[in-house]
């Protein structure tokens, strides 16, 4: 199987020192004195990361690992995020969460998965911040600055579930191209904003409207400065749900730079990707987006079932409208040892892009006999519910827990994976942990 | 009578007392919200991990192989290699590759989809030599419907439930 190697600091610095800098740090050098220069944003991160204020921080050359983590092999945190999170890629920059570090009732900041397509931008500035609506079914084009989204409209706090279109990718046979993600693209925290219906209103939507894209300020990792990194979007009545949203704060602070700080959509129960980070511009079409990644095969699986290894021409190709139901354990980690006479407590999350989750079970043989686990209520639709029970084990050996969530309208998750498909999304095959028994 | 001077000391106390608050004042406006931050988030890293000592000279680790491995990329070290980690390191990061498995011909896909979409470059006759190293090296590995949980990966612990 493929193997995670986790990236180390040191490979990134030889790489390209200056460029390493630059995405780890968002530190630049001047153009006179070749020293680092920190912006205050990022001066925090690379505290953060050294859990200590770096002093003199304006004489730090550029490119140089700074000497606390020099001399060491060690995986390194990315800025603003748990050391735990599994780096796939760094450039552009993708990092999963594991199963244990998702425990939380809502998914901390700094455990929030990391999907990026390209860089994420410098210098933002909130007080230029803007965000244009525009487009052919806009009454009119309007910008407002951030202060003016914050002052005009109700502001709003949701819980909010956001999965990777690709999470579980890498369990598919044949293998899809693409980042490999195995359980760990998803999360649900607080998202505090407004409604983007409430904007879309305030511009004016014309009868004719079927598509909301988005636009953002990350750029290409080919470093074409014109090129844009992804625009997707949603049909217009998911745009319009109470839930959609136009976000600032996660978890009741800013959303962090890797997240899409300053701004983003927030669409719960769709491909993640179509909630826009660094968002700055917003198009009402008469047509279905047709950006980058939301055409080709780019989120979309075939219209019709196929079989494993089908080569699918574009036409066939359907553009994913909801995340399946799912569910992952949060507890224990996988690989816990206990004893016979002990009872494991499990705990976990369940999701779904429909209603809600009606029940959640769990299996110790292979799926051959279920039991129902405690289940709570979402705090609001589109947030994640947790799941708690109580097992207790026939004998010594190995085991594993399988968890297995069903929605309202009785669909439940499959054990083995579910249709193939050319690009490896909508894996929603039960989470499974091994355990060990002992007398 | 007393010194001019003992008149003055309670007001330079407060002159003083103004500066530092001053200071305090200035200072909190400067990196107050950085310092709030810091206590505000759970400690990121463990630094033991971290040992503190000289830089080590990372540039002397940039052609290390081990294991046929090349360490920097995490690239199989082979016929091939050079001409891979030079062309698809220029936009993204070698992890890209070792990452995924593909045929040769899905290979090939995905060269073209980075050609049609994402600014890649005609590879002209190289590109013969990067399928062959990527077919070969980089192949899918037949893994059926579901794979067993990867037991040989887990770190068992002793779970405390006390």
Known sequence: MHKKDKKGIHELYAEDPLAADKQLWDREPL???????????????????????????????????????????????????????????????????PPELLDDKLTPNDRFFVRNNGIPPENVDLSTWTLTIEGESAAQTKTYTLA????????????????????GRKEFNPPAKGNQWSTGAVGCAAWTGIRLRDVLEDVGVKSDAVYVGY???????????????????????????????????????????????????????????????????????NQVHDGPKMTGQSYRVPCKPVAP?????????????????????????????????????????????????????????????????????????????????????????????????????????????????PRGYLNNACHRIAIKVTA | MREPFDNLRPILVTLNLSVLVLIFCFGYLLIGDQVVAMFDQPKPMDMDAYRASAATAAAEDVDRIENG??????????????????TCTACHSAKLVTQNRATREGWEQMIRWMQETQGLWDLGKNEDAILSYLAQHYAPEEVGRRANLDVEAIEWYVLDLE
């Open chain 1, 31 to 97: 153009p006179n004195t070749r020293r680092g220069f920190l912006k205050k944003g990022a001066l925090t991160a690379m505290s953060l990361v050294l859990g200590a204020k770096m002093v003199h921080a304006e004489h730090f050359p550029a490119g140089m690992i700074p000497a606390a983590l020099a001399g060491s092999d060690q995986p390194f945190a990315l800025p603003g995020k748990h050391p735990g999170l599994i780096v796939l890629n760094d450039r552009p920059i993708n990092a999963e969460t």
């Open chain 1, 148 to 167: 003016e989204l914050k002052q005009k409209f109700t502001p709003v706090t949701l819980q909010l579930t956001l999965e990777c279109g690709g999470n």
């Open chain 1, 215 to 285: 636009y953002g300020k990350d750029t290409h990792i080919s470093g074409q400065a014109d090129k844009v990194v992804i625009s997707r979007g949603v049909p217009i009545d998911k745009a319009m749900e109470a839930e959609s949203l136009i976000a600032w704060e996660m978890n009741g602070k800013p959303i962090p730079m890797l997240n899409g700080y300053p701004l983003r959509l927030v669409f719960g129960g769709y491909p993640a990707s179509a909630s826009g980070k660094w968002l700055s511009k917003i198009v009402i079409r």
């Open chain 1, 309 to 421: 290894g089908t080569k699918v021409p574009d036409e066939e190709m359907c553009i994913i409208e909801g995340m399946p139901v799912k569910s992952l354990i949060t507890f224990p980690k996988t690989g816990a040892t206990l004893r016979q006479r002990q009872a494991l407590p499990i705990r976990g999350k369940a999701w779904t892009s429909t209603e809600k989750i009606t029940r959640v079970d769990y299996s110790i043989d292979f799926g051959a006999t279920w039991q129902s686990c405690t289940l709570e209520p979402a705090a609001n639709r589109y947030a994640w519910q947790q799941f708690s029970a109580d097992i207790r084990f026939p004998e010594i050996g190995y085991y594993e827990v399988w968890a297995r969530a069903t929605d309202a309208n009785g669909i439940a998750q499959p054990m083995l994976l579910p249709g193939w498909n």
């Open chain 2, 69 to 86: 491995i090349h360490v920097q990329s995490g690239l199989i070290y082979a016929e091939g290699f050079d001409i891979v980690r030079g």
